[in-house]
């Protein structure tokens, strides 16, 4: 199948499946686009008359869909560049130790704890895979997908310093969840030294490198868009950052997720105050808002529809629903063991740990790391195991997460006149 046909088809299903979410489910765009895919992809299983061949042809093309290699070297830099050009750079950095933590940190430590316990947890199914692939699946099922959870947070009013340390947290922990998914398989494949200085070095390397690499094309970004008025010539120059940027970060072995991140806060924030005129901010907004939009809903239908490609047994599934309450307890405690540390000197929002754990959701990079495994055995199981996580923390906290943070974010009950208030004496 031609690469215009596919992306011809794709685009269709997310027109048609982008309306009749909007028009009769009305659910945030991610979850109602995956939604609806999932449905469409299980009743094309069914044994109904005449839909053989439409589950034949979607089947052979999504299995000529590298989602790996389109999400990883090709979506992902304009979805996180899109992303941090809305954030404000100021408000973020108020957060940073909260961000830096939860983005190294946190993820460290649940890939530990789900690679473990995911170990532990096949052995005891008779599943048993070597132990670095489960702690590959502890990689890559630990970045959280900002794309669902954003849009929640902004409709259930959650407090704004709580809404940018979520923000903060998907934009930079995916770039490290990333090195580390690489430095394992390097591991697993052979092809990286097991010494525990050398990855550790690589990894400060990658990390920290994307950091001066996204400062640096962020800067002249800034630079070449401060001396043109032109907008068409400034979204160019937007767009280089995001797909130039991020395939020259990649050959020079620094994290490209991170330098595009680092790169749009830096245009988004210092641009629009000082090079940026409120018509061209209005353009620039509108073009990325809208490339944002369609890059995600064709990404949700592609994992709606990779039902079709997942290795579906009864020893699997239970592995995957199993699985479900080991990587929120992982979460939970990887979140909250550090941030117990910074209560004594920072404040945190009601709820902050349970709000923080449910709304982890994983996304797209989770599937496509998973994707991006050598084929075999332990890859089917890992990818049936991932896809199932992902389509509970979609569907099932991406529709609960709403009322919980409107749970939390109630006022206090105020004490009535009748009644004397205790706290007084």
Not at 78 to 98: I, M, P, T
Not at 168 to 186: K, P, Q, T
Not at 378 to 384: E, N, V, Y
Request: proline share 5%; with cysteine; charged share 15%.
């Amino acid at each position: 199948m031609r690469l215009f046909d596919i992306l011809a088809i794709l685009i269709g299903f997310s027109a048609f499946f982008s309306w009749l979410n909007d028009r009769f489910l009305k659910l945030p765009t991610a979850i109602g686009l995956m939604l609806i895919a999932l449905i469409f992809s299980l009743g094309l299983t069914l044994p109904i008359p005449g839909t053989n061949s439409l589950q034949f042809e979607l089947q052979q093309m999504i299995d000529s869909i590298d989602l790996g290699e389109a999400l990883l070297q090709g979506m992902l830099g304009f979805l996180l560049f899109a992303g941090a050009l809305h954030v404000d750079l100021r408000e973020l950095a108020k957060h940073r130790w909260s961000i830096a933590l939860l983005a190294s940190a946190s993820v460290i430590g649940a890939t530990i704890l789900i690679g473990t316990g995911s170990w532990l947890l096949l052995n005891s199914l008779g599943l048993g895979i070597p132990f670095i692939y489960c702690m590959l699946l502890g990689a890559l099922i630990s970045p959280t997908d900002p794309v669902a959870v954003l849009g929640i947070l902004k409709n259930a009013a959650a407090p704004k310093s709580l809404e940018m340390k979520i923000t903060g947290e998907s934009l930079f922990n995916d770039g490290v969840a990333v090195v580390v998914f690489m430095l394992l398989v390097g591991i697993a494949t052979g092809h990286n030294p097991p010494g525990i200085g050398g990855t550790l070095l690589l990894f400060l390397t990658e990390i920290l490198g994307g950091f001066a690499f996204g400062f640096g094309i962020g800067a002249l970004a800034l630079y070449m868009i401060k001396h043109t008025s032109r907008y068409q010539v400034e979204i160019l120059i937007t767009l280089a950052v995001a797909m130039s940027g991020y395939a020259i970060a990649e050959h020079a072995h620094v994290s490209a997720p991170i330098a595009i991140v680092v790169a749009g806060l830096i245009i988004g924030s210092r641009g629009r105050s000082r090079a940026m005129t409120p018509a061209t901010r209005h353009r620039l907004d509108d073009f990325w808002e809208l490339i944002d939009e369609i890059l995600n809903a064709v990404l949700f239908v592609i994992i709606g529809l990779e039902v079709l490609a997942v290795t579906i047994t009864g020893e699997f599934i239970l592995a995957g629903l199993l699985a479900i309450p080991l990587v929120l307890g992982a979460r939970w405690i990887s979140v909250g063991l550090p941030f117990r540390l910074l209560r004594r000197k920072r404040h945190f929002e009601p709820g902050f740990l349970a709000i923080l754990t449910w709304g982890g959701l994983r996304g797209g990079v989770s599937v496509a790391l998973a994707l991006s495994l050598p084929d075999g055995e332990a890859r089917d199981l890992i990818l049936t195991v991932t896809y199932i996580i992902v389509v509970f923390s979609v569907l099932i906290q991406g529709m609960t997460l709403g009322p919980l943070v409107r749970a939390y974010a109630k006022p206090p009950a105020q004490p009535s006149a009748e009644q004397p208030d205790d706290t007084a004496h």
